[in-house]
């Protein structure tokens, strides 16, 4: 039974304008309408107007006939949302020999929170590994010739120059380089104050604000996920703390330092003393869900194999008055992801014949809070892990303007791509290369996830040809996440038509072919994560 006595409501959201529209685009606007709608409140994840979102979806993917996916035969699957902060300010001590360096909260460092390990401490020698990447492609491995077995291991923030901008943002999260240093046998990991990160931000700023709030999800027996629970981020370290634990060091701070201005050969090393950390975190959880469902396949054969077409439902609520308006809709992110999800199964569904594959349609939660539904569902799928065959991940296009092109994110790395480049063809659309690679998109939304957990996946984003550039800046600037993304945005509904069509035809020639979708071989991604084809 679904959870809301406000279905029958639901189900009759759609507003007389869009029936001026021809059907499929009417369609589109439709759910938008609802989801983005005063009523729902921002869709935040954990709220009951998230809910209320989650159970219009379940009742569309019902009404059209798929299959319930989620937990227990269910459409939900639900998800804790953790919510935490550092408790109390830390007391760190720093030894060397039989002396006690002076080492003080708000001087030196900061606690971070451990969520997994809410009373945390460890204890143990410093060593300092650069950036602490392993890059094997970039013949480069920051950890040669050292020995952190057992220790805390001191790194700096962020990435060396030279990188690809993917492989620098996969690298710029102290967690992902966390995970690197507890493979190693690290019991802890602190981050140095670097001088590129206090021209950004001085850590005397940052010093009033070290108790903010993070998220994360709850595995189901209630431990918090961390990706490194064996070897945590758990503080920030000043330059001035820094100078104190390489004090006595063979290296010498004020050559890390020298080394990473120029952009030279870091030097590494243990370094003299002993640190003992600590941290106490203050743990909230609440409870949302993504919503699953299933176009089962119609092959033998293949029918165990899923293609994946996920969207995120959440937004980020209510918040801070602009023009007196405080509910942020979340219009084009991500109702229209959502709507474009649901309306590729419709056609699906109308066809005389099911795809050999089967599909699964996800309407992920919590993205607005760290990819949070997506990331869940990668460590706990509905389904066996290994007949997840790719996902196709639609969030937040930009749909103000007449298409001329696509981009696809990460679609040069797997087969995927050269299926979306198809599709968009038959649309009379290009795909064009990510036109700022720097902002890093490639790590910022759900599909993000699933590459995670070894899954080929793209999202698909609206291009910059013609008008594109122009509205795509107009949005970006005075719309996004502002209560303004909402649905008096001048949408151009032959747009969103199209760039259904795309979707709709790339999870098609995914579905009903013969191979299943793999990396390139080679890839980064593919290979970091043992994704099928790389090797």
Known sequence: MLRSLLLPLLLLAAPAAAQTLPPEQAALKSHVQFLASDALRGREAGTRDFDVAAEYVAAQMEGMGL???????????????????????????????????????????VNGPVPSSPDFAAQGGVVFAGYGIVYPEGQRDDYKGLDVKGKIVALLPGTPQGLPNEVEAHFGDDHQKARLAEARGAKAVVILESAERREQYAFEAIVPYYDYQRNTWASPDGVAH?????????????????????????????????????????????????????????????????????????????????????????????????????????????????????????SIQAMPQRPRRSILIMALTSEEKGLIGSDYFGHNPTVPKDSLVADINLDMPILTYPLEDLVVLGGERSSIGPAVVAAAAA?????????????????????????????????????????????????????????????????????AAKFKHVGLATALALANADERPRWNKGDFFGVLFGGYGAE
């Open 67 to 109: 299959k319930p996916a989620g937990a227990k035969g269910g459409w939900f699957q639900p998800v804790q949302l953790v919510t935490f902060r550092p408790a109390e300010k830390a007391a760190w001590t720093l030894t060397r020999g039989t002396a006690a360096v002076p080492f003080q909260f708000g001087i030196d460092f």
């Open 226 to 346: 961390i990706p490194a629970p064996g070897a945590p981020v758990v503080g920030y370290v000043s330059q001035v703390g820094a100078a104190k634990l390489f004090e006595g060091a063979k290296i010498k701070w004020t050559d890390v330092l020298a080394a990473e201005r120029k952009g030279g050969r870091m030097p590494t090393g243990a370094l003299p003393g002993t640190l003992a950390t600590a941290s106490k975190t203050r743990v909230r959880t609440v409870e949302t869900s993504n919503v699953i469902g299933m176009i089962e396949g119609s092959d033998p054969a293949l029918k165990s194999q899923y293609v994946v077409l996920s969207a995120h439902l959440d937004h980020v609520g209510v918040g801070d008055p602009v023009n007196g308006d405080r509910i942020y809709n979340g219009a084009m992110d991500n109702a229209v992801g959502i709507s474009m999800i649901l309306e590729v199964a419709r």
């Open 427 to 495: 649309e009379g659309l290009k795909v064009v290369p990510d036109p700022a690679p720097e902002e890093m998109f490639f790590v910022r939304s759900d599909h993000y996830s699933f590459v995670q957990s070894g899954i080929p996946a793209v999202s698909i984003d609206t291009g910059p040809g013609g008008a594109g550039a122009a509205a795509q800046k107009l949005f970006l600037d005075n719309n996004y996440h502002k209560p303004s993304d909402q649905i008096d945005l001048p949408f151009d509904w032959n747009s």
